[in-house]
């Protein structure tokens, strides 16, 4: 039986290889210089990607790199409101400041909520919008709580993991939510006397952050 070689295309003889395979023959054509080049920078991003999340001890993750930016930008937030002091003033006019009160929202969702609830209507952890508190008696508590942890470390210490200014707004939002009376979990604890109110911050900044 005579062997053939179907092409689609008229060819030179040099074009084809000189192997064949069940009378098949390919075409000898080079491979394109594109080819190459997108296969070199392929090799030179897998030596660095290598480098990077392999020989490294402590690799980059998305969440350290999103933390980073984090603290970058509470850095630069907290600079417009100066080194805030854990007294009743700052904290109650930061509690009524809705210039601020969204920050610290934003930070009970994220540090908080897993136990008091998304709204600070209680979960595993006590309710936060009625007027009765477990570690409370007044407003100056809620950092040292935030602070110090509670009920043998039920309440973890956020001491080191948030700074002094993010546990001072994040008690301002705390004291906010005192009077809103979520459904949620029953009360635990006992009444304690209502905030005093704030004197008026100059500009609508917090006295204590005031220049």
């Not at 948030?162 to 906010?176: F, G, Q, R």
């Amino acid at each position: 039986m005579n062997k053939q070689v179907h092409t689609t295309r008229a060819a030179a003889p040099d074009s084809l290889t000189s192997h064949e395979y069940d009378g098949i023959r390919e075409y000898d054509n080079p491979t394109p210089g594109w080819w190459f080049l997108i296969f070199g920078l392929s090799f030179i991003w897998a030596c660095g990607y290598w480098a990077r999340y392999e020989l490294n001890t402590t690799p980059p993750t998305v969440h350290g790199e999103w933390e980073e930016e984090l603290a970058e930008a509470n850095k630069a937030m907290f600079a417009k409101l100066g080194e805030l002091k854990p007294d009743e003033q700052t904290i109650v006019s930061l509690s009524g400041n809705s210039d601020w009160m969204p920050v610290g929202a934003s930070m009970f969702r994220a540090n908080c909520a897993a136990c008091h609830g998304r709204l600070g209507q209680g979960d595993v952890g006590p309710n936060l919008t009625d007027a009765v508190y477990k570690n409370v008696k007044t407003v100056i508590d809620i950092p040292t709580v935030i602070r110090e942890g509670a009920n043998g470390q039920a309440m973890p210490a956020w001491r080191g993991r948030l700074s002094e200014n993010e546990i001072v707004l994040l008690s301002a939002y705390v004291a906010s939510l005192r009077g809103q009376n979520l459904r949620g979990r029953a009360p635990e604890g006992t009444p304690v006397a209502p905030w005093p109110e704030a004197a008026p911050a100059p500009s609508g900044k917090p006295a204590s952050a005031a220049r």
